[in-house]
DNA sequence: GCCAGCTAGTTGAGGATGTCAAGGTTCCAC
DNA sequence: GTGGAACCTTGACATCCTCAACTAGCTGGC
């Protein structure tokens, strides 16, 4: 639980104000693109989730997107209507393994590069304050 | 619009990822912090967006939550129908302006307190830290 | 061995968000 | 005036999300 600072000093605001603006509009531009590979962004998330190497059950996926069970029956179903993903059954046979396809494995590369790709207002950036950015939030997520 | 840098160097791509997370925590513990007010995102971004002296227009409040005009009719109605928002005729008679109301503006408060507030490790960050940030993502946005 | 209770996943109901197409009012330019 | 444009709403449909109830399968204690 992130809990949130209600009072925090004016230039952690403004830090803070600077980089939700930042997080929407790569959220929109995100979302646009995916528009093209006909996916929603829970679809990618979860596309991203499912490593080639490592199938994950249903109920894991449901833990690392944050949702309950039922909600990831709905989301692997679409998934699996366009030949992206496979259900299995696992050694429980109560346990449903979810494997990527072909066509999964090669949509879930774009997928993570589209993911993985700063915006330009990060790219462009002088390399300098680049590796200040990344050393600062290395050391902000490190609590 | 915001275009990706596919091919971005290493330390952009390492500061996107963490700002990446930083903002999907956040995103949560946002998103339980608003369950509380029962408030939806979408509904507390509309909120935010309504101050208190300048009321909006139905379509200038779809373009600036990025969505059709149909789909703010339905926002709007739930929140009209929890007496936090009226619809008053403008001169225009086609336009229906959007107004807080005392209990909406009291909420409005609350909630841009809330999307205002650092995470905790924003907020941790030794001053320096935070100044540096401040600056280079104002750096990063100014293009 | 057997059964009570737990776990995994699905189903169905219901709500919010989002798109699109169609329609009603109102305005404005000609 | 009248035709077209602008603004909003409505209805149909899809997705996402939760909750409650259900089925199938596993497991531990007797």
Redesign the interface.
């Given at each position: 639980?992130?809990?949130?600072?209600?009072s925090?000093?004016p230039?952690?605001?403004?830090?803070?104000?600077?980089?939700?603006?930042?997080?929407r509009?790569?959220h929109?531009?995100l979302t646009?693109?995916l528009v093209e590979l006909e996916l929603t962004a829970v679809q990618a998330h979860a596309l991203r989730l499912l490593e080639p190497e490592r199938p994950l059950a249903m109920s894991e996926l449901a833990d690392v997107l944050?949702c309950h069970a039922s909600n990831v029956t709905g989301i692997v179903d679409r998934l699996e209507a366009r030949g992206l993903v496979e259900r299995r059954a696992g050694r429980d046979r109560r346990v449903k393994t979810l494997a990527l396809t072909k066509d999964g494995g090669r949509l879930r590369e774009r997928v993570v590069?589209?993911?993985?790709?700063?915006?330009?207002?990060?790219?462009?950036?002088p390399?300098a304050?680049?590796?200040?950015?990344?050393d600062?939030?290395?050391?902000?997520?490190q609590?």
């Open positions: 639980m992130t809990s949130l600072a209600t925090a000093p230039v952690a605001r403004e830090a803070w104000k600077l980089l939700f603006e930042l997080a509009t790569k929109r531009s646009a693109a944050h590069e589209l993911l993985a790709a700063p915006p330009l207002e990060i790219a462009g950036l390399a304050d680049q590796r200040a950015l990344r600062i939030l290395a050391r902000a997520l609590r």
